[in-house]
């Protein structure tokens, strides 16, 4: 059996096998505001110069995708980066390349025997997603991908901004 749990707070802080960043696609650090930013910053150089051997061997990370770092000073043991879609519209495959984040950072997570992961909202700041779709998409990506893990046993949605905490909070039918 697994366990999901929703809080709002600060996506760096948490104590689990890995957080997910919000990533792009040349795996470079984040503006200040954002997810991928605030992980780069607290976990320090060591995310970085992770990031930049996967760049120099792979090339990046492909929208849909997710590649794991060390979590540098972070809490957490590992970070998997995933790249999330750029709002267009939703007529060019965004709400697949979404869903597939969530799919593709459980099944790394599990194939390094993780037991617990953090997931922030991908692709909802910068990137312009809608917020309810995004959160039903990624609430379906978790639950279809978490039956298959052998190892993930826990999965926490954390919500910087109210809103999407409330928008989880009545998807995942939580009091």
């Known amino acids: 059996m697994y366990d999901v749990e929703l809080i709002q707070g600060d996506l760096t802080t948490m104590e689990v096998g890995a957080i997910v960043n919000a990533a792009n696609t040349a795996l470079l650090a984040g503006g200040e505001y954002g997810v991928n930013g605030a992980i780069h910053t607290a976990g320090g150089p060591d995310i970085a110069e992770a990031c930049k051997k996967i760049r120099i061997k792979l090339g990046g990370c492909k929208t849909g995708e997710a590649v794991i770092t060390t979590a540098g000073l972070l809490k957490a ?15 060019s495959g965004e709400k697949e390349l979404l869903k597939n984040c969530y799919i593709n950072s459980l099944a790394l997570a599990d194939e ?8 922030p909202n991908i692709s909802t700041g910068i990137y312009g997603f809608p917020k309810e779709l995004a959160a039903g998409i990624a609430i379906d990506g978790m639950y279809s991908q978490l039956v298959k893990c052998r190892y993930v046993k826990k999965v ?6 109210p809103e999407n905490y409330e928008l989880y909070k009545k998807l995942l039918e939580i009091e």
């Open 77 to 91: 043991k590992y970070v998997i980066h995933a790249v999330g879609p750029v709002w267009k519209g939703g007529e």
């Open 112 to 119: 390094y025997q993780l037991k617990s992961v953090a997931f």
């Open 156 to 161: 926490i949605f954390v919500c910087h901004n």
